[in-house]
């Protein structure tokens, strides 16, 4: 589907190291000084689902397609990137381009990485993105505030809806604040959605922490999570460097050996790569065969036919029905036939909305 989330933080807090851990078809350059990363790196990055892995095991299909998200390392923003500062109209204009932010946080202390903001403050460096990215929304609306105004005021029905929308997210930006905080309805976001408002996007805060605190937090991590609690946004504790040497490891053997060292379940990444899959809004169905068994994605909401199109096209266009079996009836009785058999497969029509994990078969003629 091509939906992409941004890494983001300031300079030195551990963005490409992270998007080298997460991402496992492109290898972001990772280096102590300030820009190292200038174009942007994107990476696909294959979604942690122990479903998948289990339908294979039943199946015995000859080959498995776990589903994908792009990741983009975007690079490290500074203080005046809303006025050309640094890289801040590249980064700006890379952003806007992303459907969801992985804001990456330093809350750790080591005095040989470079930092020019002075003594480790989550909250402060948070706050530097934010008002960078609130002020380049404010001037998104600005050029259409007045225009806007005078067609409101000309007794133009639609323009008059737009101007209240627009003065109620500039109202909010003055105050230091996130459009996303605001709940705009989907009336109300579609009055803006050309503008492709920065502070819009849905956020996951990532607090890149030490070692000790990697399984606890620290009052680095803390301080972060109090900050946002307004925004109703998820924070993930992790060492960034930690998962990258997890994720360097070939063997699954090693990772887990070098995991029970750590006293890890998982890596951290794995919950990060679901959590972003989630913030986007988006869900997973399978289709399973001896040829392929396979996770596609969808947005949620989705019906039969549009769930169809992500295979072809032509399976929407000439949509007849859709064979489907709930993801918990597969495991338990082992097989599509013996779901057949035990009445656990139903058929569905053009209106059904599509489940996570179900798994389906499309019937189509074009």
Same mark, same amino acid.
């Given at each position: 589907?091509?939906?992409?989330?941004? /890494?983001?933080?300031?300079? =030195?807090?551990?963005?490409?190291?992270?998007?080298?851990?997460?991402?496992?078809?492109?290898?972001?350059?990772?280096?102590?000084?300030?820009?190292?990363?200038?174009?942007?790196?994107?990476?696909?990055?294959?979604?942690?689902?122990?479903?998948?892995?289990?339908?294979?095991?039943?199946?015995?299909?000859?080959?498995?397609?776990?589903?994908?998200?792009?990741? !983009?390392?975007?690079?490290?923003?500074?203080?005046?990137?809303?006025?050309?500062?640094?890289?801040?109209?590249?980064?700006?204009?890379?952003?806007?381009?992303?459907?969801?932010? !992985?804001?990456?946080?330093?809350?750790?202390?080591?005095?040989?990485?470079?930092?020019?903001?002075?003594?480790?403050?989550?909250?402060?460096?948070?706050?530097?993105?934010?008002?960078?990215?609130?002020?380049?929304?404010?001037?998104?609306?600005?050029?259409?505030?007045?225009?806007?105004?005078?067609?409101?005021?000309?007794?133009?029905?639609?323009?008059?809806?737009?101007?209240?929308?627009?003065?109620?997210?500039?109202?909010?930006?003055?105050?230091?604040?996130?459009?996303?905080?605001?709940?705009?309805?989907?009336?109300?976001?579609?009055?803006?959605?050309?503008?492709?408002?920065?502070?819009?996007?849905?956020?996951?805060?990532?607090?890149?922490?030490?070692?000790?605190?990697?399984?606890?937090?620290?009052?680095?991590?803390?301080?972060?999570?109090?900050?946002?609690?307004?925004?109703?946004?998820?924070?993930?504790?992790?060492?960034?460097?930690?998962?990258?040497?997890?994720?360097?490891?070939?063997?699954?053997?090693?990772?887990?050996?070098?995991?029970?060292?750590?006293?890890?379940?998982?890596?951290?990444? =794995?919950?990060?790569?679901?959590?972003?899959?989630?913030?986007? =809004?988006?869900?997973?169905?399978?289709?399973?065969?001896?040829?392929?068994?396979?996770?596609?994605? /969808?947005?949620?909401?989705?019906?039969?036919?549009?769930?169809?199109?992500?295979?072809?096209?032509?399976?929407?266009?000439?949509?007849?029905?859709?064979?489907? /079996?709930?993801?918990?009836?597969?495991?338990?009785?082992?097989?599509?036939?013996?779901?057949?058999?035990?009445?656990?497969?139903?058929?569905?029509?053009?209106?059904?909305? !599509?489940?996570?994990?179900?798994?389906?078969?499309?019937?189509?003629?074009?």
């Amino acid at each position: 589907m091509g939906l992409q989330a941004g /890494i983001v933080g300031l300079p =030195n807090v551990g963005k490409s190291t992270l998007f080298n851990a997460v991402s496992n078809s492109a290898k972001a350059q990772a280096s102590n000084y300030r820009f190292c990363t200038i174009e942007p790196n994107v990476g696909l990055v294959n979604v942690p689902d122990e479903r998948i892995d289990k339908l294979a095991e039943l199946v015995v299909p000859n080959r498995t397609v776990p589903t994908q998200i792009e990741i !983009v390392d975007i690079a490290g923003l500074v203080k005046g990137a809303s006025k050309g500062e640094g890289l801040g109209n590249k980064f700006l204009a890379n952003i806007r381009e992303v459907d969801a932010i !992985v804001h990456v946080v330093r809350c750790f202390e080591d005095e040989n990485i470079l930092r020019d903001e002075g003594a480790i403050n989550p909250v402060g460096d948070k706050e530097i993105i934010d008002t960078e990215l609130q002020l380049k929304d404010l001037e998104s609306i600005d050029k259409k505030f007045g225009r806007t105004e005078k067609l409101a005021k000309s007794g133009d029905t639609k323009a008059k809806t737009e101007f209240e929308v627009l003065k109620k997210c500039k109202e909010h930006l003055e105050k230091g604040k996130n459009i996303r905080e605001l709940n705009l309805s989907k009336e109300d976001k579609a009055a803006v959605a050309d503008l492709f408002l920065l502070t819009d996007k849905p956020v996951l805060y990532v607090a890149n922490v030490d070692e000790p605190s990697m399984h606890t937090g620290n009052k680095f991590s803390d301080a972060l999570i109090k900050a946002v609690a307004s925004e109703n946004a998820q924070v993930i504790i992790m060492n960034n460097s930690i998962e990258a040497q997890i994720a360097e490891m070939e063997d699954p053997a090693d990772q887990q050996l070098f995991m029970e060292e750590y006293k890890m379940k998982e890596p951290a990444l =794995n919950k990060l790569i679901r959590s972003t899959y989630q913030l986007l =809004n988006l869900l997973t169905y399978f289709t399973a065969g001896v040829q392929e068994v396979r996770a596609w994605t /969808i947005h949620e909401g989705w019906k039969a036919p549009q769930a169809a199109s992500v295979i072809h096209t032509d399976f929407e266009k000439g949509f007849i029905k859709a064979e489907v /079996i709930a993801y918990n009836d597969f495991v338990q009785y082992g097989s599509e036939a013996a779901c057949r058999e035990n009445g656990k497969l139903r058929i569905e029509g053009k209106e059904y909305v !599509v489940k996570d994990g179900d798994v389906m078969h499309f019937r189509f003629n074009v």
